[in-house]
């Protein structure tokens, strides 16, 4: 069967002030009318097919957030599996080894279908014909990423290579956030992916593949999860166990040192108008945008602007005369940015602290 994995734990620290510790961007409302990590649920759902069993999803969050979890399912009439939750995120590897541990308790080696909560995707058939390529593969073994053709040397993202293999595209390089000389490099040499993040693979062969690379990771979060107390949906594995589990994301531990091992990493390539709500500028392309590239949301006014984003939830805000800028209005904080810069909000949020 097909188990849909949901990491939905990220703090979004780069959409603040909408972002915050206790509503992180994945719950929020950023494009169409329903949240992102809706969104990915949905997407999930929208799968199945005759012979594609998929179950309901395995979600993987911060505890803080199991009610959002909960909440935001039922509001699209969708039950989890089960709701996995951290007491404090140990970043993406420890989340998906909680999730393949979960799977493999019933005696079953389900095909996880692993995304983030924080994209967008345009074209829904595209996707859905991508992601069951990418199934079809990882269910005889490999672990399957889905590639986006870049089109500017973004470093917040991993590059793979891929090499034509019978049958489809094997990875033959992974690099995880290379820097910007690099990434333009990629760029100009041509015929490197972006890795969406999202990727498929048999819980076991997620197993096995720490056990080879990072049987430090597998061992913590093994305790963690053997120290675990389920409350209905709720799982929450040891506390303290978690705790000491060595923060690192899948990326880093597993995709990259992958290639010319005997753990296969292939790679479909997704073409379905992909975003990664990752930045202001991000929620700005994606948006809909009058004439002169203006986009708002709440109460707005604006005036004599260009490519400027106003993002308004209390209070009526009015702008005159800015071109490429991001404004965005909450109850107790507002920001004001040029839009090309939005990524360095992260500085500062990084002063508020945990504050924010
Ligand atoms: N449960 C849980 N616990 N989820 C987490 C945690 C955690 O500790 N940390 C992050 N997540 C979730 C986030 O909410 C997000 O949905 C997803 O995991 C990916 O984490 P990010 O923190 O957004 O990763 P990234 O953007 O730096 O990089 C990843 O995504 C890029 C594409 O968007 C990498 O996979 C890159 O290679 C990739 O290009
Ligand atoms: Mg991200």
New binding site residues.
Partial sequence: SILPVI????S?TRLWPLSRAGYPK?FLVLSGNESLFQLAARRLADLAAPDFDVSAPCI??NDEHRFLVLDQLREIRQEPSSVLL?PK????AP?LTLAALAALEGGDDPVLVVT????TVTDAAAFKAALQDAVRIAAEGAITILGITPDRPET???YVRTQAEAGGLAVAQFV?KPNLETAQRYLAEGGYY????MFVLRASVWVKALERFRPDILAATRAAWDARKTDDKFVRPGKAEFAAVPSE???YAVMERCPGTDIPLRMVALDAGWN?L?AWEAVWQVAEKDEAGNAFVGDALIADSRNTLVHATSRLVGVVGLTDIVVVETADAVLVSDRARSQEVKQIVNRLGAEQ
């Fill in positions: 990491m939905a734990g990220g979004g994945q993987v969050g951290e995120g140990r970043n993406t989340a983030p909560a924080d994209q917040g993202y991993g995880e972006w890795n969406s993040g994301s899948v990326d990664d990752g």
